[in-house]
């Protein structure tokens, strides 16, 4: 800020800068001399160890439901009628049909998130069916998807007769049947192999010596 009339402005004041030591103290002969060039960092292990604990998202559980609950605006009188239809029922509410195809809700234990999927037609005065709107519903959130009418608004508000959850059995193949049980052949005897006699030589008597006579 400048300063007011009839004062002086007080000279610039300059830095000192301190001379630098005459004598700087050398580094002690034992250091270890400082490598040029540092080596780089070594990369931090972010592989899954022994102790760690690995914690698995499960997957979010829909329940399904047999009807959708459904609040309706009638913008000229600002009436709002609270009605539900069944899945797959179409319901008249003014010049709109309304059909929920499914309803789904979430288990006590998980956030609270009913949606339904709707489609919503308009009945003109032609007596033409007009589609409007075909998509998600959700309670939690009535302006995200909403019905573009200029008399007539809908929205989801709940679900309503919820339906048992069925779980898939692992289908187990059938154990073939056994097969009848067959007698053992019983092993034929080998047949031993003929023995051929040789034929025996003819026997000779010995000559007798002289003098000897046979009797």
Same mark, same amino acid.
């Given at each position: 800020?400048? /300063? @007011?009339?009839? %004062?002086?402005?007080? #000279? !610039? =004041?300059?830095?000192?800068? +301190? *001379?630098? &030591? ?9 250091? /270890? @001399?400082?490598? %040029?060039?540092?080596? #780089? !960092? =070594?990369?931090?292990?972010? +592989? *899954?160890? &022994? ?165």
């Amino acid at each position: 800020m400048p /300063p @007011p009339p009839g %004062a002086v402005a007080a #000279p !610039p =004041q300059r830095a000192r800068v +301190s *001379p630098p &030591p005459a004598n700087p103290s050398p580094p002690p002969a034992n250091a /270890p @001399p400082q490598p %040029a060039n540092p080596p #780089p !960092p =070594q990369p931090v292990d972010t +592989s *899954p160890q &022994p102790d760690d604990t690995v914690v698995t998202e499960m997957p979010s559980q829909k329940i399904p439901n047999g009807r959708a609950v459904f609040s309706g605006l009638d913008k000229i009188t600002g009436r709002i009628i609270s009605f539900d239809a069944g899945i797959g029922e179409t319901v008249q509410f003014g010049a709109l049909q309304v059909t929920a195809r499914v309803c789904y809700t979430r288990p006590p234990t998980e956030a609270t998130n009913t949606d339904a999927f709707v489609e919503v037609d308009e009945v003109t005065l032609q007596g033409e069916i007009k589609r409007i709107f075909s998509g998600w519903m959700f309670a939690s959130s009535p302006g995200l998807h909403a019905v573009e009418h200029p008399i007539y608004d809908v929205w989801l508000t709940d679900c309503a007769s919820p339906r048992p959850m069925q779980v898939a059995q692992p289908e187990v193949p059938p154990a073939p049947a056994p097969s009848p049980a067959r007698a053992p052949t019983p092993a034929k005897p080998r047949q031993a192999a003929p023995v051929r006699q040789q034929p025996q030589p003819p026997i000779t008597p010995a000559p007798l010596p002289p003098g000897q006579q046979q009797h």
